[in-house]
């Protein structure tokens, strides 16, 4: 399957108004310290992002932003769900990927519906994802790795940052390319699954540029395509997955805020606004854009379409892979 995110996209983001607007809505900072939750480790690229947007939005606002990690496994759905139980005063937010839409098709024990249990506040950011393995394999490309790994399945561990991620499914498509059957590992978070990977523990990760690219650029881990059309600027030594022996796979990870269900929609137009106004920012941009990922906003009404496309998108990998928690 191909994915075209381009025109995903167009048909779902709309740029939140960056101009003064009305008064702020109560409860939004400097009023009250808000705490983005990141369900995942300390060293992933969802915390990597969110922590640049509380700094962003922290100076922004004159308020306080905090990042509070609240990795309790099952695919960041015990973070996610602290978050549906908290109260509905923008105090407490969610940070989280794609992964997100994805867990509750993959784990029958989540009880959260994605779509009606949350307030859909913005997009944040998307960016591709680097497929890399250990330096110490033999493979310069990825049709060579999936060759290797045809004669001998067994000696090379493929792994993922987290059952569902964006990382996964990618990993579970060239898989089923390649026509090699092999377990995926899970891991808690990039942070565990990258240090794996750089010990040479595992042989093949997709993961987001963020948390990767500083691993390739220092040796200890090596890329063997990013997961879009044509070569990113910021690493243009690294082929396209075309480029690298397969068929062409485009995919990105994206990263979106939510709030608890039922914030008052003044609330959580005002904190979508910010969003804009900070992603709008030739500073974040920078910022963002050196790490491999490209700064979004939506409208709440936007993120909600969004986050249903992304869904019908992703159950059919699933189902064909048949990913599950077991």
């Not at 990993?171 to 750089?198: F, I, N, S, T, W």
């Not at 709008?280 to 986050?307: D, H, I, N, W, Y």
Request: net charge neutral; proline share 8%.
């Amino acid at each position: 399957m191909r994915f075209d995110r381009r025109g995903l996209m167009l048909g779902t983001l709309a740029a939140t108004a960056v101009s003064p607007g009305p008064s702020p809505a109560q409860g939004v900072p400097p009023d009250r310290p808000v705490t983005l939750v990141v369900p995942f480790p300390p060293g992933g690229s969802v915390d990597g992002v969110a922590r640049i947007l509380a700094q962003e939005l922290g100076e922004q606002t004159g308020g306080t932003f905090v990042v509070e990690n609240r990795a309790g496994g099952a695919g960041g759905a015990v973070g996610s769900a602290s978050v549906v139980r908290a109260r509905p005063d923008g105090a407490t937010l969610l940070f989280n990927a794609s992964i997100h839409v994805v867990v509750p098709m993959i784990n029958r024990n989540v009880t959260f519906d994605v779509v009606n249990d949350f307030s859909h506040i913005s997009l944040v950011a998307d960016g591709p994802l680097i497929v890399s393995t250990h330096p110490s394999v033999p493979a310069r490309t990825l049709g060579e790795f999936f060759a290797l790994a045809k004669k001998e399945p067994e000696k090379y561990a493929f792994a993922t940052t987290g059952l569902g991620s964006a990382g996964h499914l990618c990993v579970e498509q060239l898989k089923m390319r390649a026509g090699v059957a092999r377990e995926v590992v899970a891991y808690r978070g990039g942070g565990p699954a990258l240090a794996d990977l750089a010990a040479g523990n595992i042989h093949l990760l997709a993961d987001p540029m963020l948390s990767s690219l500083p691993l390739v650029k220092a040796g200890r881990i090596k890329a063997l395509a990013v997961t879009t059309r044509e070569r990113t600027p910021l690493a243009p030594e690294i082929p396209t997955v075309a480029e690298s022996g397969m068929e062409p796979l485009e995919m990105v990870s994206w990263y979106g805020l939510w709030g608890p269900k039922d914030m008052e929609p003044a609330l959580v137009r005002e904190l979508a606004r910010r969003v804009g106004v900070v992603t709008a920012s030739a500073k974040f941009r920078e910022r963002l854009e050196q790490l491999g990922f490209v700064p979004r906003s939506t409208t709440p009404e936007g993120l909600r379409a969004f986050v249903e496309k992304e869904i019908a998108q992703y159950k059919p990998i699933v189902e064909a892979a048949k990913i599950r928690v077991e």
